[in-house]
């Protein structure tokens, strides 16, 4: 299906003359995608997998009979606000999107540290952990596409996502070693330390008032 709407519903403006791509510069880069990659490498390192998120709701007492259908749920909340928080990046500017967006997020994962019961409050933190993880993502790319030079917009793309995915990994293996040494509460709250530190590099380097 994907490769019939590509063969019969893509259509490309005819092709420009071809011209020499602009050098690969850091500092050509505009200042909200150096601080938005700075702050990616950093999320990527707070970032919550999803099998530590189904371990600790399966640890907080949910059957793993409902495992599924939570993990579900977690999608159809992505989706429902991902519209929404885009319209809003839209209209208040990608920068206090990304930064409230981001600082729930680290709220959100202290208070996760603190649950230990299965129960309406693990149900709810579960699903807005997910809703608030899509809320941001549109603005981030969003961003690039606004600052970045025109010549270097899919290379921007590509550091972007090249930092953010190498730290997953390191990432992951911090956060499940700090769950094993100091445990649950302990991790979450590095994760969240972590995030507003993310936020702190992407503020800084955001600061003008043109990038409100």
Do not use: N
């Not at 092709?15 to 050098?23: H, L, R």
Request: some cysteine.
């Amino acid at each position: 299906l994907v490769l019939l709407c590509l063969g019969f519903g893509l259509r490309e403006p005819p092709a420009a003359p071809a011209q020499p791509p602009a050098p690969l510069r850091w500092g050509l880069l505009d200042k909200p995608v150096r601080g938005l990659i700075g702050a990616a490498g950093v999320m990527a390192l707070a970032s919550v997998p999803d099998a530590f998120l189904v371990l600790w709701a399966f640890q907080g007492g949910v059957a793993v009979l409902w495992l599924p259908l939570l993990w579900a749920a977690a999608h159809a909340a992505r989706a429902a606000v991902s519209i929404p928080a885009g319209r809003l990046s839209d209209r208040l500017g990608r920068r206090p999107v990304m930064i409230g967006g981001w600082l729930i997020r680290a709220l959100l994962l202290v208070i996760m540290g603190t649950v230990h019961q299965e129960g309406p409050l693990l149900w709810g933190l579960f699903l807005a952990y997910a809703a608030a993880t899509a809320g941001t993502e549109g603005a981030e790319r969003a961003l690039i596409g606004d600052h970045a030079p025109t010549q270097q917009k899919g290379t921007a793309f590509g550091i972007y996502h090249l930092v953010s995915g190498l730290l997953v990994l390191p990432g992951a293996v911090l956060l499940g070693g700090l769950w094993q040494t100091i445990g649950q509460r302990g991790a979450f709250t590095v994760a969240a330390a972590l995030t507003v530190l993310g936020v702190g590099i992407f503020g800084w380097q955001t600061r003008r008032p043109a990038y409100a």
